[in-house]
């Protein structure tokens, strides 16, 4: 039996490993996503220089207001041109024309204003907001009649320091950055759950296919005059499992080994986060979630006529499996919440969901509990699947609905 099983396994496994996709997906997807990455972050930085940029600023003359003139020579200072005129209608025109991407005006109602057509720059419209802030604090605060010193004080106070403890002792705390912790470990969460989900989406569905194609086929006819349904059934997963694992090492192996050699330093506190625990941790959730959802697709591989029919079938299951994607932020905003804690429990979605709140610090006895609660629902899955594989993969002529499956669960032959 075992000898049967593992021939039907090799066979999977060689049949998705020979083709020109995986080999292509192996390699070329962890190139393009991090071509896409450095393009996206070359991009925004290229938005953000604005140095080179020739920015020409309107201002309503005559400038009578003493703290409006000194905005306008600010404004002066950072490069910008200004263009003082004496109609509103002129500044206008001029904008509308691309002369000027806005103007200042001022008045005794409302105050300083800025107009422009394009009001979507927010560089521009940041910046002389930014100016307009300090020259009106600083005139604020002049009035108050305080030295020097006390408004340096009053304009840089004293920010809250944050520490991280160590294990050993209260005493060993170490100066840390907690928005630049939480970033860190966003993108470790992020990067770690979108590999794991698109995996198992991917081969899972590639179970699913597979069954459908050889039912279609009728070469499962023949394959099950050599070996039982569960044969066939265990020898796929098995199979496409280790595709799957060998894919998903390569790409975490090559996303680490690029965060190594990048040489960026914030990017250096991703292995606080991925410690070969949480690693060894993620790997165990990811095979038995692998495996629980390539049971669900096998079933409804079994059960498929056509296409289509297994397309719209599969539909519900891929939601299970990226339904994590919309708990990201929420999740790793606050990792030990009840919401966060409820929804890493939920077998398959664990598979993703644990390692993520991992990148935190969280009770190990729910990792525990999470962990044995996948395995459990894994191996009811299996069960199930095998008596839905069993009676679909034999029966054809129709699409067989979910109450066939029912009907099928419910017997043995």
């Given at each position: 039996?075992?000898?049967?099983?593992?021939?039907?396994?090799?066979?999977?496994?060689?049949?998705?490993?020979?083709?020109?996709?995986?080999?292509?997906?192996?390699?070329?997807?962890?190139?393009?996503?991090?071509?896409?990455?450095?393009?996206?972050?070359?991009?925004?930085?290229?938005?953000?220089?604005?140095?080179?940029?020739?920015?020409?600023?309107?201002?309503?003359?005559?400038?009578?207001?003493?703290?409006?003139?000194?905005?306008?020579?600010?404004?002066?200072?950072?490069?910008?041109k200004i263009e003082e005129k004496n109609s509103v209608d002129d500044l206008h025109k001029m904008t509308l024309e691309n002369k000027l991407k806005g103007y200042l005006k001022f008045d005794t109602a409302n105050g300083i204003g800025y107009y422009s057509d394009k009001l979507s720059e927010r560089f521009i419209t940041n910046t002389l907001?930014?100016?307009?802030?300090?020259?009106?604090?600083?005139?604020?605060?002049?009035?108050?009649?305080?030295?020097?010193?006390?408004?340096?004080?009053?304009?840089?106070?004293?920010?809250?320091?944050?520490?991280?403890?160590?294990?050993?002792?209260?005493?060993?705390?170490?100066?840390?950055?907690?928005?630049?912790?939480?970033?860190?470990?966003?993108?470790?969460?992020?990067?770690?759950?979108?590999i794991l989900s698109m995996c198992i989406?991917?081969?899972?569905?590639?179970?699913?296919?597979?069954?459908?194609?050889?039912?279609?086929?009728?070469?499962?006819?023949?394959?099950?005059?050599?070996?039982?349904?569960?044969?066939?059934?265990?020898?796929?997963i098995i199979g496409i499992s280790a595709a799957s694992f060998l894919q998903t090492s390569v790409w975490i192996i090559l996303a680490l080994g690029s965060i190594k050699f990048a040489n960026v330093e914030w990017l250096s506190g991703v292995f606080d986060f991925l410690t070969p625990s949480v690693l060894a941790v993620s790997v165990a959730f990811f095979i038995f979630g692998f495996v629980a959802a390539t049971a669900i697709f096998a079933s409804i591989g079994a059960m498929c006529e056509t296409e289509q029919h297994f397309n719209r079938n599969s539909s519900y299951a891929i939601w299970l499996i990226m339904l994590p994607m919309f708990f990201l932020a929420p999740i790793n905003e606050n990792p030990d919440s009840m919401f966060s804690t409820v929804m890493s429990f939920i077998p398959i979605m664990s598979s993703s969901l644990m390692p993520l709140r991992m990148m935190g610090d969280i009770p190990t006895w729910q990792v525990i509990a999470?962990?044995?609660?996948?395995?459990?629902?894994?191996?009811?899955?299996?069960?199930?699947?095998?008596?839905i594989f069993r009676n679909g993969i034999m029966q054809q002529g129709k699409d067989?609905?979910?109450?066939?499956?029912?009907?099928?669960?419910?017997t043995d032959k």
């Open positions: 039996m075992k000898s049967r099983i593992k021939q039907v396994a090799k066979f999977e496994f060689l049949r998705i490993v020979r083709t020109k996709g995986f080999i292509i997906a192996l390699i070329l997807a962890p190139v393009l996503m991090g071509a896409a990455i450095a393009i996206t972050m070359y991009l925004a930085e290229q938005s953000n220089d604005h140095s080179k940029e020739e920015i020409s600023i309107g201002v309503l003359s005559p400038v009578e207001d003493s703290s409006f003139a000194q905005i306008v020579k600010e404004v002066g200072l950072m490069g910008w907001n930014g100016i307009v802030q300090n020259i009106n604090r600083n005139r604020e605060i002049s009035q108050l009649g305080l030295d020097d010193s006390q408004v340096a004080r009053l304009l840089n106070p004293e920010q809250l320091r944050t520490y991280k403890l160590s294990t050993d002792n209260a005493e060993n705390a170490e100066a840390a950055n907690a928005n630049v912790e939480y970033g860190v470990r966003m993108i470790c969460g992020m990067v770690l759950m979108i989406m991917m081969f899972s569905l590639s179970v699913g296919r597979s069954v459908l194609e050889d039912k279609s086929s009728k070469i499962a006819d023949v394959l099950l005059t050599s070996v039982k349904p569960e044969q066939l059934l265990a020898g796929k999470s962990f044995s609660i996948l395995v459990i629902a894994t191996v009811l899955l299996i069960k199930l699947a095998a008596k067989f609905g979910f109450k066939d499956m029912l009907k099928w669960l419910k």
